[in-house]
């Protein structure tokens, strides 16, 4: 495993004219160079620092307990407990809703700089990491629907905590023409763990005998599950603990430094005079242009993607698939995700991340159209969860690259939580709506009505993305003409 060096996490930064892949783009080879595919490949291990590949495994093996729970948990609740979709709805929601919520105070946290006057986002992070991992182990000892909703809710408080500290280090610690890429290895290592849930878990059940039904008291198969990710989920924590640096010297490269104007130059080569930001100091934060703009899209997309659980449980119903292989259905999604998140993550980069974090969107109206269609068969299942995959390779890192465009140093956690937070609201009311219409109108007719509000909101956002943000040679990530990214400019205008 690649330990990152402690002392700096990032990638060292090399005149222009000696960067590797630039060198032979001006003078051609020179005598004793390699192959120009190895050029490419000092480029790619340049584009992503130690810090980036340490978050990605803690990542992944977090993800791993998570999703191991994730996998069993619908069917848990609306199977063993007889729960209602509605009443589903709203636990689901309570994942994003808690996580929203705190995902500002966790970004604003880890903004405010220690006595050594470093900013304390390794903390805030581990904290964060660390309440999920206690909460695992509670499901074996909850098993009433209040309850569990209340686990769910302090799991969620963790992640909150956690997820915008980690993304302001990934983005500091890479260079700003590739962040997406950064993001994408990140996202695609994290999904590899998305993966691997679901596969243990199914293990898990087969090895510990239990039914996937749970009734009768027959909950051996469930409880197991839930104590091995409680074991993995504290194996998270301690890769954090001791391969993550502490502190991550020089928080920009001096690229983006040198480049970026006015305002923004000097915000970001500047230390922040206000070493403990206020937190509605991170609100003012939305009259920057460019976060602003991805804010609104992030809410309005939002509203209409219906969660991962519900689309599952649709196309199990569909498929008249056994309950037995419900853990296996988000296998199509992970692995469109792992494989196609490092190549769109460095395909942002050069056509603009707005406008693939707008795309990918349409993807997902896609995987609607089709699972509304009157194909049917495996095929066109796959087809779904491939499609889903292909919307979060799209979307989720690339959204983080492209606030990160956007945000100074400074205040790149609660940048960066502003976004989340409003996209993870969002989600929650469309949990809360699409329960209500499911139990209202059926699972069918409420993804119809899904998928209508989607395309108009898909159209709404490419309006309000119209803008300098996604110009050529503009913020969020678009190629300049020598085929790397502009670092940010007017939209990255810090608030007075």
Same mark, same amino acid.
């Given at each position: 495993?690649?330990?990152?060096?402690?002392?700096?996490?990032?990638?060292?930064?090399?005149?222009?004219?000696?960067?590797?892949?630039?060198?032979?783009?001006?003078?051609?080879?020179?005598?004793?160079?390699?192959?120009?595919?190895?050029?490419?490949?000092?480029?790619?291990?340049?584009?992503?620092?130690?810090?980036?590949?340490?978050?990605?495994?803690?990542?992944?093996?977090?993800?791993?307990?998570?999703?191991?729970?994730?996998?069993?948990?619908?069917?848990?609740?609306?199977?063993?407990?007889?729960?209602?979709?509605?009443?589903?709805?709203?636990?689901?929601?309570?994942?994003?809703?808690?996580?929203?919520?705190?995902?500002?105070?966790?970004?604003?946290?880890?903004?405010?700089?220690?006595?050594? =006057?470093?900013?304390?986002?390794?903390?805030?992070?581990?904290?964060?990491?660390?309440?999920?991992?206690?909460?695992?182990?509670?499901?074996?000892?909850?098993?009433?629907?209040?309850?569990?909703?209340?686990?769910?809710?302090?799991?969620?408080?963790?992640?909150?905590?956690?997820?915008?500290?980690?993304?302001?280090?990934?983005?500091?610690?890479?260079?700003?023409?590739?962040?997406?890429?950064?993001?994408?290895?990140?996202?695609?290592?994290?999904?590899?763990?998305?993966?691997?849930?679901?596969?243990?878990?199914?293990?898990?059940?087969?090895?510990?005998?239990?039914?996937?039904?749970?009734?009768?008291?027959?909950?051996?198969?469930?409880?197991?599950?839930?104590?091995?990710?409680?074991?993995?989920?504290?194996?998270?924590?301690?890769?954090?603990?001791?391969?993550?640096?502490?502190?991550?010297?020089?928080?920009?490269?001096?690229?983006?430094?040198?480049?970026?104007?006015?305002?923004?130059?000097?915000?970001?080569?500047?230390?922040?005079?206000?070493?403990?930001?206020?937190?509605?100091?991170?609100?003012?934060?939305?009259?920057?242009?460019?976060?602003?703009?991805?804010?609104?899209?992030? $809410?309005?997309?939002?509203?209409?993607?219906?969660?991962?659980?519900?689309?599952?449980?649709?196309?199990?119903?569909?498929?008249?698939?056994?309950?037995?292989?419900?853990?296996?259905?988000?296998?199509?999604?992970?692995?469109?995700?792992?494989?196609?998140?490092?190549?769109?993550?460095?395909?942002?980069?050069?056509?603009?991340?707005?406008?693939?974090?707008?795309?990918?969107?349409?993807?997902?109206?896609?995987?609607?159209?089709?699972?509304?269609?009157?194909?049917?068969?495996?095929?066109?299942?796959?087809?779904?969860?491939?499609?889903?995959?292909?919307?979060?390779?799209?979307?989720?890192? $690339?959204?983080?690259?492209?606030?990160?465009?956007? $945000?100074?140093?400074?205040?790149?956690?609660?940048?960066?939580?502003?976004?989340?937070?409003?996209?993870?609201?969002?989600?929650?009311?469309?949990?809360?709506?699409?329960?209500?219409?499911?139990?209202?109108?059926?699972?069918?007719?409420?993804?119809?009505?899904?998928?209508?509000?989607?395309?108009?909101?898909?159209? =709404?956002?490419?309006?309000?993305?119209?803008?300098? =943000?996604?110009?050529?040679?503009?913020?969020?990530?678009?190629?300049?003409?020598? =085929?790397?990214?502009?670092?940010?400019?007017?939209?990255?205008?810090?608030?007075?």
């Amino acid at each position: 495993m690649y330990v990152a060096d402690s002392r700096s996490s990032k990638a060292p930064v090399a005149p222009a004219e000696t960067r590797p892949g630039r060198r032979e783009a001006a003078d051609g080879p020179r005598p004793g160079d390699g192959p120009r595919s190895d050029g490419r490949r000092t480029a790619v291990r340049a584009a992503v620092p130690g810090t980036v590949v340490a978050l990605g495994v803690v990542s992944l093996v977090t993800d791993v307990s998570s999703e191991m729970v994730s996998a069993v948990l619908p069917l848990y609740l609306l199977t063993g407990l007889g729960l209602s979709p509605l009443g589903f709805g709203l636990l689901d929601g309570i994942q994003n809703g808690f996580s929203a919520v705190v995902r500002l105070l966790g970004g604003h946290l880890a903004d405010r700089r220690g006595r050594d =006057g470093a900013p304390r986002h390794k903390a805030v992070a581990a904290v964060g990491y660390g309440l999920s991992a206690l909460c695992k182990p509670l499901l074996l000892l909850v098993h009433t629907v209040p309850l569990i909703g209340a686990v769910i809710a302090v799991d969620r408080t963790g992640k909150g905590l956690r997820t915008a500290p980690r993304d302001a280090m990934i983005s500091l610690a890479t260079e700003p023409a590739h962040r997406g890429r950064a993001f994408g290895v990140h996202r695609a290592m994290d999904t590899a763990g998305a993966l691997l849930g679901p596969l243990t878990a199914f293990l898990v059940l087969r090895l510990a005998g239990g039914p996937m039904l749970a009734d009768g008291g027959q909950q051996q198969g469930y409880h197991a599950v839930f104590a091995v990710s409680g074991c993995v989920a504290v194996l998270g924590v301690v890769v954090l603990l001791l391969f993550v640096p502490n502190r991550l010297d020089g928080a920009e490269t001096s690229g983006e430094a040198a480049t970026s104007g006015g305002a923004a130059t000097s915000a970001r080569a500047e230390p922040a005079s206000d070493t403990r930001p206020r937190l509605r100091d991170g609100l003012a934060l939305l009259r920057i242009p460019g976060l602003r703009r991805l804010t609104v899209c992030a $809410v309005l997309l939002g509203l209409t993607t219906v969660s991962d659980s519900f689309l599952y449980l649709l196309v199990q119903r569909r498929l008249g698939l056994s309950v037995e292989y419900f853990p296996l259905l988000p296998l199509g999604t992970a692995g469109a995700f792992l494989l196609l998140a490092v190549p769109l993550g460095a395909l942002a980069d050069r056509i603009g991340r707005r406008r693939l974090f707008l795309a990918g969107h349409g993807v997902l109206l896609l995987a609607y159209g089709l699972l509304l269609s009157p194909l049917d068969g495996p095929a066109a299942v796959v087809c779904v969860l491939l499609l889903h995959g292909s919307f979060y390779a799209a979307t989720d890192g $690339v959204l983080a690259a492209a606030a990160a465009d956007t $945000v100074p140093a400074e205040r790149r956690g609660a940048g960066l939580a502003l976004v989340g937070t409003g996209q993870a609201l969002a989600r929650f009311a469309c949990s809360l709506a699409f329960g209500a219409l499911w139990s209202a109108v059926g699972g069918t007719t409420a993804l119809t009505w899904s998928a209508l509000a989607l395309a108009g909101c898909v159209t =709404g956002a490419a309006f309000v993305l119209r803008g300098p =943000g996604d110009a050529p040679g503009a913020p969020g990530g678009s190629a300049a003409p020598d =085929g790397s990214a502009s670092p940010t400019t007017d939209d990255s205008e810090v608030p007075s």
